[in-house]
């Protein structure tokens, strides 16, 4: 009688894309970000920062996910790099067929960095891998410190936190260092970084940070 | 032979129960609010603040939205009135039956004013009707002047707007002008509010309304 592990993962459609969409990721060498949280959390803004810093040695490529408006793709579009939304309509998240659909005409390979702005929600997106390396959460000063409590499956399903605004410190009674203990007790090993895209403080570490994962996953950009 | 109108809605479960829990406020004279917003917005805040503005003159009951924690039940009740919170678990919105539930052991007719706190979320409470007078959309200075336009479903289903954090004004680039205009686009009739929990500020005008539609509702208040 042969024995049967029922503890094998039934999988979802949605992870057989997203699984697909990994492995498509990993052939190219591209390094895949996928970003959430609330709205105004400032995810637009960050990738803007991220995109003037690194365009200039690296091939990025930017998704981003919303109900309706193309705000958000005109935005980061203008600084020159390549950006296209999604409309999910009334959908809460983006999923890995809406991510595989908007990629299927460009190779993968293009690109060494893909930027995935997700739709601004701390529910949803938990539970939808878009084949993406890292997701990374936004927590902005002054959202209520409490938030990585009230939402702990997005915190678990998180590797980075960037804890954003901090130059509202002064005029709210937010503590950044609260958001991040609030946060490493759900997730202790999570990447912490405490920025300011405004005053740019911050900035540089992310950005580090992000080079020393783009050379991980390729040494050689293919950018000159 | 007999016509059927096939435009007749067929009701969801969610949309009958709520249409139960309206009936049982209005028999009673209940008014009921349904605040929804991005996390972080200030709900809590705002029900803080008006929960000690109307305490004296009106009996309060506050049901608190949450995936986990007991938070904002807990900073609510501090102020002497009765406030129970709801976790959702992984569901990003309250539903009518968690707030028929809630309560089943409670008349309502035991309260002038029900405010229920939904869950952080811009998306999905918009499909949820819990029986409510009116559903109140906050939306905070800072959070991105654009999130009316992003999110239309939210701005159709909520009849008064109230711009949150007005202090934070000199400190962004946010203006609540737009915020205002930009929502106004997608919904003209809303009744809109410019307030500050911190400052102060609107928070008169707020108080007022309330208070002209509580008397609308039920002109003799039960409390002394």
């Keep these: 009688m ?3 592990d029922l503890r094998q ?3 979802s459609e949605n992870e057989k894309i997203a699984i697909a969409n990994r492995e498509r990721f990993a052939e190219a060498g591209t390094f895949v970000l996928n970003l959430v949280s609330s709205p105004g959390s400032g995810k637009t803004r960050l990738i803007e920062e991220t995109v003037k810093a690194l365009k200039d040695d690296y091939r990025i490529f930017v998704v981003t ?9 005109e935005r980061i579009g203008r600084h020159g790099v390549e950006a296209v939304q999604i409309s999910t309509g009334e959908a809460c998240h983006l999923d890995a ?12 390979s293009a690109y060494d960095l893909i930027v995935i702005e997700n739709v601004g929600n701390l529910v949803c997106p938990a539970s939808f891998d878009l084949g993406e390396d890292l997701k990374v959460l936004l927590v902005a000063v002054g959202e209520g410190d409490d938030k990585p409590v009230k939402y702990p499956p997005m915190v678990r399903a998180s590797e980075v936190l960037v804890i954003t605004k901090t130059d509202l410190m002064p005029y709210t ?19 912490v970084f405490k920025t300011s895209s405004k005053t740019g403080e911050g900035l540089e570490q992310w950005i580090d940070w992000l ?7 390729k040494p050689k950009p293919h950018k000159p």
């Design 97 to 108: 067929r809406m991510v595989d659909e908007k990629l299927l005409k460009r190779k993968a």
């Design 211 to 217: 080079r020393s994962q783009l050379t991980a996953k």
């Design 2 to 4: 042969k024995k049967v």
């Design 9 to 11: 993962k039934v999988l």
């Design 173 to 191: 009674d937010s503590d950044p260092d609260v958001i991040e203990e609030n946060a490493l007790r759900i997730k202790p090993d999570m990447t």
């Design 65 to 73: 996910g919303d109900l309706m408006t193309e705000n958000d793709a």
